[in-house]
């Protein structure tokens, strides 16, 4: 069975939904914002924290193009977005791991450079890498020799680069991958969200446990990341803010507390509809099971020494009796007894042979 160790927990493909709220940087630089938003996060049920830790001089070069809706990140240039939000140190991140642990949430961090893998690795017990860095294989190696599982983001990537980043992985030391369908696009229209990539994962990396890192718009169901645990995913990662409609960075396609709630409760309500994976009789099924089948009945009556013919014989309920499945071993044998019209056939009714 696929399945992948996260902490604590052992996530697999009849689990509920680990969700992780992805506070990134939208904390602003701030503590005491950040403690906020952790608290937020607990009470909302997500299972883990997530933040995201890098500098900009070693993630973009200055004048490094946007990628984002400039009307709701009007920023231009990665460096200049980045440099806004790289102000936490390594002792800040250790605070937040300690905040975390006291209220009883995981805490990751995306590294984004080689010595932020090195710091925060006491603090976690599993790594994200970002979709932006499936080929970055110095990043991969440093992660991967943390022996550590990772989840690794797909977004705007091609299949034979998930497969090659999935094979530096493992031949680095890492024994546990999840792949989080993504589309890097912020924010991701719902035509564009693409969810059958899902099952496309599943089906084309049967080994790992797939999930969903989404970056649209949340609706008041939260219908998309909803869907995905119908669809398969099992672990969610969607951005946190305590206020969706500020300006800048990653609030505006975030969930709130409220959006958090709506997405645990209708996972959970799924959960209890889609049910196992193997298939067997429920109990509520057994007296179903019993009386709506059929069992061999006596079609009309029965002397003693008669061989029985199919003209004997009609399927009846309730299925306390012989299975029709054993019609051909009825066809041919003897009565011991004489049978009444409408008895429910029995193997001590009939010879051996």
């Given at each position: 069975m696929r399945?992948?160790?996260?902490?604590?927990?052992?996530?697999?493909?009849?689990?509920?939904?680990?969700?992780?709220a992805e506070i990134?940087?939208?904390?602003?630089?701030?503590?005491q914002k950040a403690f906020e938003l952790i608290d937020l996060a607990?009470?909302?049920?997500?299972?883990?924290?997530?933040?995201?830790?890098?500098?900009?001089?070693?993630?973009?070069?200055?004048?490094?193009?946007?990628?984002?809706?400039?009307?709701?990140?009007?920023?231009?240039t990665q460096y200049k977005l980045f440099k806004k939000y790289d102000h936490f140190n390594p002792e800040d991140y250790g605070k937040l791991y300690k905040y975390a642990t006291e209220k009883k949430i995981e805490f990751i961090s995306t590294c984004f450079d080689l010595d932020a893998v090195d710091f925060l690795d006491p603090m976690m017990n599993f790594y994200k890498i970002a979709s932006a860095d499936i080929t970055n294989y110095p990043l991969l190696r440093k992660i991967a020799s943390k022996k550590k599982p990772v989840i690794l983001s797909t977004g705007a990537s091609t299949t034979l680069e998930i497969s090659n980043a999935c094979?530096?992985?493992?031949?680095?030391?890492?024994?546990?991958?999840?792949?989080?369908?993504?589309?890097?696009?912020y924010p991701t229209k719902e035509e564009d969200a693409n969810l059958n990539m899902i099952k496309f994962l599943a089906n084309n990396f049967p080994n790992y446990i797939i999930g969903l890192s989404d970056h649209s718009y949340p609706d008041k169901n939260m219908n998309i990341c909803s869907m995905s645990y119908v669809i398969g995913a099992r672990i969610i990662e969607k951005h946190f803010t305590y206020d969706k409609s500020l300006k800048d960075n990653d609030h505006f396609h975030s969930?709130?507390?409220?959006?958090?709630?709506?997405?645990?409760?209708?996972?959970l309500e799924s959960k209890k509809i889609l049910g196992m994976h193997t298939k067997k009789i429920l109990e509520s099924e057994k007296i179903s099971n019993k009386n709506a089948r059929r069992s061999i009945v006596i079609k009309k009556k029965v002397l003693k020494n008669d061989t029985l013919t199919n003209d004997m014989l009609i399927?009846?309920?309730?299925g306390t009796g012989i299975s029709p499945s054993n019609i051909d071993r009825i066809i041919g044998r003897k009565a011991i007894k004489d049978l009444d019209e409408d008895r429910i056939l029995d193997w001590l009714d009939i010879s051996d042979q």
């Open positions: 399945e992948i160790f996260l902490g604590s927990k052992k996530i697999n493909e009849d689990s509920e939904p680990y969700i992780i990134g940087v939208n904390h602003e630089n701030s503590l607990k009470e909302g049920g997500a299972d883990a924290v997530k933040f995201q830790t890098y500098k900009a001089e070693k993630i973009a070069s200055i004048n490094s193009p946007s990628y984002w809706d400039l009307n709701e990140v009007p920023t231009e094979i530096e992985l493992k031949n680095n030391g890492v024994n546990f991958i999840s792949l989080l369908h993504c589309i890097l696009n969930m709130d507390i409220n959006d958090l709630k709506i997405l645990k409760k209708n996972c399927c009846k309920r309730p």
